[in-house]
């Protein structure tokens, strides 16, 4: 996940490595992959905001059944992502036992991290791509004949540099502030990160004091798809550096999330000019100790 840099004060500095495989799935296949049902698979952690971002963003548009899933088990070993939860530890339809191993097929000795969510083209066993990013913004914009009927439009043309401008302010001192500031390794550093990340949350508390949403009127639920559990277990287990004994917190109150917020007195329109997605396949149900 990170490399390091290093400070001013000669400490290491936490730093995102970046994507490495970065083709694209797109309708017209220009990259050589065609959008095409059936034929990739998303490979997650359910640990990964990264990741979520993807299971997120098919389940609202209906993707479950044109890009299937596998969920890696939230504690790596020295081979990374693995599929431990699965029988025999191999993951269904992939068959592999290490995410790297799609990697190696894509590309042999590659030098960089082995990272989640990636799509593999399951013909060949092949990694497509790492980039979370892309991955997002093209099954919204790019897999549209494969959507399911009423899919909200996540990336509307006319909203698009709002939400590049608004997703960048967050990506940087939040998605990737809390990593700054959680991996830290020297006390400047880590103040530094922590006070840019509390501004920054300021700001959006005040852009939603007025407003339901960040952008516009859509951002539907996203509550079934979050396992507090594999977040818990990865972050606090993996990461032995920064938590030497291993000890999982108690908590956070999951229940506690599902008070009334009250929030759709502000308006907005969960889903635009779209419907709700249907219930979770039952085989993607999140086991009821990590939900809310
Ligand atoms: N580097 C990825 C972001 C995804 C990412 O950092 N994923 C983490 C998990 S949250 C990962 O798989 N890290 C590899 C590791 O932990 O070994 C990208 O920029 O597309």
Known sequence: ??????????????????????????????????????????????????????????????????????????????????????????????????????????????PGGVSVPAIVDVPSGRLVTNDYQRITLDLATEWTALHREGAPDLYPEARRDEIDAVMADVYEDVNNGVYRAGFATGQDEYEGACARLFRRLELLAQRLAGQRYLVGDQTPGFGDTVDFDHIKRHYYQVHSSINPTGIVPLGPDLPGWLTPHHRQELGGRPFGDGTPPGPVPEAEQVPARGRP
Request: glycine residues 10%.
């Open 1 to 110: 996940m990170s490399g390091g840099g290093t400070t001013a004060y000669g400490r290491k500095s936490f730093q995102r490595s970046k994507a490495h495989f970065t083709d694209r799935i797109t309708a017209d296949g220009q990259d050589g992959w065609p959008v095409e049902a059936g034929r990739y698979r998303l490979v997650v952690s359910r640990a990964c905001p990264w990741a979520s971002r993807a299971v997120i963003s098919r389940r609202l548009l209906g993707l479950e059944g044109a890009l299937s899933l596998a969920i890696a088990d939230p504690i790596q070993d020295d081979r990374s992502w693995r599929f431990t939860l699965d029988p025999d530890d191999r993951a269904p339809v992939l068959g592999i036992r290490f995410l790297g191993e799609a990697y190696d097929r894509r590309e042999t000795d590659y």
